[in-house]
């Protein structure tokens, strides 16, 4: 075998390497996107969805509390959630200009978590500045009827112009009022 052939095989067997082990950190947590006309107003939250997978996720001894940036939580894996809206919003009482954001939730307190817009989009999940918020609102929590094995948005349309932005996951769910502006 020339060398040429042997360097070809070891970087063709490299790639193969990177691109099994890009799709099993990215296959694990899944590309989600949910979506609401409200008014006119199109609102989407795009996010990668993780699974239980029979770990405690939250809490000091839960899977988010060994984050970089706990107590505040990227609200999904892989790159920061994102939200989109074509249209002003209000968000539990924030005030949102039409735009792209990223969505974080601080869990510190299971009972009272409190939804983060962040004017900073394209980050990793593991990354958030404080400085960039646009606002904190408080989220209504509730406990669903059986566990929740992997995240999901639920983005509602209550029929009156108005709707809901919603998580749900493991033990936990969060919900905060979505309205035009």
């Known amino acids: 075998m020339t060398l040429t052939t ?10 193969i ?4 082990a890009v799709f099993h950190v990215y296959g694990q947590s899944p590309s989600r996107t949910a979506s609401v006309a409200l008014d006119g107003r199109i609102v989407a939250v795009h996010y990668s969805a993780p699974s239980v997978r029979g770990r405690q996720i939250f809490g000091d001894d839960g899977l988010l509390s060994s984050d970089p940036t706990y107590p505040v939580w990227r609200a999904g894996a892989n790159a920061a959630t994102t939200l989109h809206t074509t249209g002003n919003i209000d968000i539990g009482g924030l005030a949102v200009p039409a735009g792209t954001y990223s969505l974080y939730v601080q869990v ?3 009972d ?7 004017r ?4 990793w ?13 408080a989220m209504t929590m509730s406990t669903p009827p059986e566990p929740v094995e992997m995240l999901t948005y639920m983005l509602t349309d209550n029929g009156d112009g108005t709707g809901g932005l919603g998580l749900k996951w493991e033990q936990r769910a969060a919900t905060v009022s979505l309205a035009p502006r």
């Not at 390497?17 to 099994?20: D, I, S």
């Not at 009272?112 to 962040?118: D, G, M, Y």
């Not at 999940?125 to 609102?137: A, E, K």
């Open 6 to 15: 042997r360097i070809a095989l070891t970087l063709g067997a490299g790639v």
């Open 17 to 20: 390497l990177c691109a099994a």
């Open 108 to 110: 510190k307190n299971p």
């Open 112 to 118: 009272a978590w409190e939804l983060i817009v962040n």
């Open 120 to 123: 900073e989009t394209g980050q």
């Open 125 to 137: 999940g593991r990354s958030y500045d404080s400085s960039r918020d646009l606002g904190r609102v």
